[in-house]
C-alpha cells in the first residue's frame, strides 16, 4: 500500500547515544516533515524539508539533525539521545499544496534512559 | 502569522449522542483547514479538508464539518457517536498562497473523545 513507513517503531536508547530514525515514502510528494508529539503539546515540528538535498528547522530542532539525499527519504539523527528526547515521533510528507494534505506514518516510540 | 485553537482538551459523550468538537483559527489569509484523527498508538489520519469549495465539508465515517469564516471557526460534528469515534482529534490550517515555510500546516493540540457506552 502506498504511503509513509516509519522505522524503527519502538526504540530504548540510553542517554548519550546516538540513532537515527528513517522515514520512507513512495507517493512522490515533494515535502517531508519530523514531528514529536508529547502529551499535552500536541504535534510539534522539528524539521522539514522541501526537496532533495534541502531542509530546513521548525519549531523545535536543537538537538536533531537531518538529511534527505533521495526524494523519498527523511532520516531524522539524534547525535547524543537526552531523557527530554522521549516521545513518539511521526514523518509525514505532503505534495508542495498543501491543501492536499499530508500523509502520516505511524510512529515511532523513543524512550531515553 | 496563523494558529488554531482547539476548545475543551477532552470532550466526553454518551453513545448516540451527537459529538462537537470545536476549532478555531486565525488566518490573515485565506486558509486551508483541516481535521486529523489519530487512535490509539497509530500516526494521523484525515477526517476531511476545507479547500475554498463547499462550507460544509463531509468526511469519513459520517463526521462533517463547517467552514464559517465570520466566525474563523471549522468545528467538527457527527450526529450519533459510536464507541468507535473515540479517539484524539487534531484541527489544522495552512494558507492557500504560500509555499515553503509559511504553507506548514500548523496543528492545534488535540481534542481526546471519549464515548461511554
Known amino acids: 500500500n502506498a504511503g509513509v513507513t516509519q522505522t524503527p517503531k519502538f526504540r530504548v536508547l540510553k542517554t548519550g547515544q546516538s540513532m537515527t530514525l528513517l522515514c520512507a515514502q513512495d507517493m512522490n510528494h515533494e515535502y517531508m516533515y519530523w514531528y514529536r508529539q508529547d502529551p499535552g503539546m500536541g504535534l510539534r515540528l522539528i524539521h522539514y524539508s522541501v526537496g532533495e538535498g534541502t531542509t530546513a528547522k521548525g519549531e523545535v530542532p536543537d538537538g536533531y539533525n537531518v538529511s534527505r539525499l533521495k526524494k523519498q527519504n527523511f532520516l531524522l539523527g539524534l547525535e547524543s539521545a537526552a531523557p527530554s528526547q522521549t516521545s513518539v515521533y511521526f514523518c509525514a510528507s505532503s505534495y508542495r499544496d498543501r491543501g492536499r494534505g499530508y500523509t502520516f506514518g505511524s510512529g515511532t516510540r523513543l524512550t531515553v534512559v | ?117
Open chain 2, 1 to 117: 502569522a496563523q494558529s488554531v485553537t482547539q476548545l475543551g482538551s477532552h470532550v466526553s459523550v454518551s453513545e448516540g449522542a451527537l459529538v462537537l468538537l470545536r476549532c478555531n483559527y486565525s488566518s490573515s489569509v485565506p486558509p486551508y483547514l483541516f481535521w486529523y484523527v489519530q487512535y490509539p498508538n497509530q500516526g494521523l489520519q484525515l477526517l476531511l479538508k476545507y479547500t475554498s469549495a463547499a462550507t460544509l465539508v463531509k468526511g469519513i465515517n459520517g463526521f462533517e464539518a463547517e467552514f464559517k469564516k465570520s466566525e474563523t471557526s471549522f468545528h467538527l460534528t457527527k450526529p450519533s457517536a459510536h464507541m468507535s469515534d473515540a479517539a484524539e482529534y487534531f484541527c489544522a490550517v495552512s494558507s492557500m498562497n504560500y509555499g515553503g515555510s509559511q504553507g506548514n500546516l500548523i496543528f492545534g493540540k488535540g481534542t481526546k473523545l471519549s464515548v461511554k457506552p
